[in-house]
């Protein structure tokens, strides 16, 4: 049985509570604490749920999509997407709304940013899939990135 740890963590609302339980290794892992209770303080279906998971999968593409690093944003909340595309890369198939989210991604036009993430995860086969363990199936970024669509209206 591993070691009863503390788990510390800030979210608006919580004021630095700190749950306690048994990590493994100190770390929760994508099917832990960290998602249920992030869930719990915005509600799952809420809007605020939805910008909290659109701006884990962006931190995720933008660690992904930095090649000078080898860290990996791991995107604990996206086990509540469902597969389903999240607002904020739906509104990327504007062209002046992907220009944001390209900016945000480091910079770049379509081609450029689909390159560098297939490139990198050609490198890296373990970014494309999340979740593999999970009762749903591995989820794939592509697909909750909407990379496809991303530029494709005025």
Request: charged share 25%.
């Amino acid at each position: 049985m591993a070691e009863c740890n503390e788990l510390e963590f800030e979210l608006p609302g919580f004021s630095g509570r700190k749950i306690e339980g048994n990590f493994e290794g100190g770390n929760v892992s994508s099917d832990g604490v960290l998602p249920d209770l992030i869930c719990e303080r915005c509600g799952r279906f809420s809007s605020a749920f939805e910008s909290v998971m659109g701006a884990d999968l962006l931190l995720n593409v933008r660690s992904l999509l930095d090649e000078t690093s080898d860290q990996w944003w791991y995107p604990h909340t996206l086990i509540y997407s469902a597969s389903r595309v999240l607002p904020l890369f739906v509104r990327a198939e504007q062209s002046d709304q992907f220009r944001t989210l390209a900016h945000l991604l480091g910079g770049g036009n379509k081609q450029e940013l689909e390159q560098r993430f297939l490139g990198r995860l050609e490198k890296q086969q373990r970014f494309g899939r999340l979740f593999a363990s999970s009762s749903e199936g591995p989820v794939s970024l592509k697909t909750l990135m909407n990379l496809d669509r991303w530029d494709t209206t005025n």
